[in-house]
């Protein structure tokens, strides 16, 4: 049962990351039919105020030792350092040990990181940390595409909100689904959002002048509606298809239909986000041929379908001001 939770701060702290474990386990939400939380804010020095990333102070009221009863130990995102606090990281492993569960939020999974307890763990964090992370963490078996992921006792968060989702799905996987229901309606936030993080992704569009493919790159850019053999690709870069697959891979590091996707879904997730063209107008103009095909390339690129990521990101007139008022 999901009763005590401690939240565990550092220096560096995110307010908003902390402000979500606040929010779904620090208000007290009993009139709503959910059980209230013993809701702890701890720090390593007690009463000695913490920076915020925001230029503001926390001063959390409990130790380290409040941890040692916690059902839920929390780690809200915190600024990335070399060295994270010995003390916080011993507090850890020991309430891991112990059987507690362990939940990061964004950069807060480097915490856990640091205390080995991610070794041989699928797990995540925001995606523009995923290299570092793999990198400072070899061991850690990252998923950059999730929102989250549970491992049962050791859960962890890609960026920001969907620290909200992993905390509505703890709620859900321990409380059920009334529960979580409740907090996500007050919150007014989607109980369960679909897709993963791969729909927040920049994918920058390869841009190497000194390439000698640049020339072919630009020109296919420009080019995007049309149909494009690797025969035809070779013949305007003057070179054999043979000749053409080796640049390719060696300069781009990817094959010319490979590289072509991607720059027909860039295209089309620009074309969702600020033109009313239907999907298979967009398919068309991209040169995916049809509104199917477009539908299962971009869903393989991006994690959510043309339909859902435009109702996510499409540029939309701002909202008047009785109107946001009435969404509050």
Excluded at 12 to 24: A, I, R
Excluded at 65 to 85: F, K, M, T
Excluded at 103 to 114: D, E, M, Q, R, T
Excluded at 305 to 322: G, L, N, Q, V, W
Aim: charged residues 20%; aromatic residues 6%; negative net charge.
């Amino acid at each position: 049962m999901l009763t005590t939770v401690a939240a565990v701060l550092i220096d560096g702290v995110s307010p908003f990351e902390f402000g979500v474990l606040c929010e779904v386990f620090g208000v007290d939400r009993a009139q709503d039919g959910v059980p209230p939380f013993d809701f702890r804010v701890c720090g390593e020095n007690p009463g000695a105020p913490l920076r915020t990333s925001a230029g503001f102070r926390i001063i959390p009221s409990y130790g380290l030792e409040a941890l040692h009863d916690a059902d839920l130990v929390a780690l809200p995102a915190a600024a990335i350092r070399e060295d994270y606090p010995p003390a916080v990281l011993d507090a850890l492993r020991a309430a891991h040990q112990r059987g507690a569960t362990l939940l990061s939020v964004c950069s807060g999974a480097y915490v856990l990181g640091a205390a080995g307890l991610l070794d041989h763990r699928r797990c995540t964090t925001h995606w523009d940390y995923i290299d570092d992370f793999t990198h400072r963490f070899p061991l850690t078996k990252v998923d950059r595409d999730v929102l989250f992921v549970d491992e049962g006792t050791i859960l962890t968060s890609a960026g920001t909100a969907a620290g909200i989702d992993a905390c509505l799905h703890l709620v859900r996987r321990e409380l059920g689904s009334a529960a979580a229901n409740a907090i996500a309606r007050k919150m007014v936030v989607a109980p369960h959002r679909e897709g993963g993080q791969r729909q927040f992704i920049d994918l920058p569009v390869p841009d190497n002048p000194e390439a000698s493919l640049q020339p072919l790159l630009s020109w296919m850019q420009e080019n995007l509606s049309s149909q494009h053999s690797v025969a035809e690709l070779a013949q305007w870069a003057h070179m054999s298809p043979r000749t053409l697959a080796r640049r390719f891979t060696t300069e781009i590091g990817t094959t010319p239909h490979k590289w072509l996707t991607l720059q027909r879904i860039l295209h089309a997730r620009h074309l969702l986000e600020e033109t009313a063209l239907d999907i298979e107008e967009i398919a068309h103009e991209t040169g995916m041929g049809n509104s199917a095909l477009l539908r299962h390339h971009f869903r393989k690129t991006v994690g959510v379908t043309p339909k859902d990521y435009r109702a996510a990101f499409a540029d939309r007139p701002a909202s008047s001001p009785s109107s946001a008022s009435d969404n509050e």
